[in-house]
């Protein structure tokens, strides 16, 4: 009986178990899998490949900061296509503004959409808000997450709709203001990961269930006589 429980449990909750993980270089967007790469612009001494495990820039070379010159509001995006479609089912998103006496005003960002392009038009995956939080006399901060807990870190992850596409675009909304003079959005790394679902365990019919047991009682009665 506990292992048909067992089953019902996991056809019942086995799809949506919780995935996390630090930042990968394995992923499904490395960017050594990835053909071309576009944005709104990055810093002048950044590189766009940053945000998918890339080592290029000269400054603060494996992560990805964009320009200063824009105003809060503004969204900053990026788009590549891969080599070949990625079936993706889970995200990782780890982004940092500035750390301490600052704030988000200092490369955070507000809000984080995905699209996937599917059928010749866009289709949105994943799309929230960033929460704002209070630490010690710091706010509004990102507040830290599960693998980088120093405040000004914040890691997305998130299980998505199962998702095949090529093309891909990713949009970091700017909290600061351009007086801020260093606004311009930080961000660590973007993967992109596949998690196989957990096998289903067929459950018995009602009629497999009742034969089972009657050749069970019938097993039993001939073992007292
Ligand atoms: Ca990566």
Redesign the pocket.
Known sequence: MQRLLLSVFLVLFGASFAHASA???T?L??YTNIQTISSSGVHPLSDVRGI??GSFAPVEPVQTIFPDDKDNGYNHWIQWTLYSPSTVTDINLVIAHDGAPFNMNHRGISHFKLEAYIGSQWVTVFDTDIEQKTYGSYYPVYGGSTHYPDYNFLEVEASIAQTTAQTWRASFTQFGDISVAASGPRIL?L?GIYTAPPPVVPVPEPSTIILCLSALVLCVKRLRR
Do not use: M, T
């Open positions: 930042i990968s270089n992923d967007w490395q998918f495990g790394e993967d």
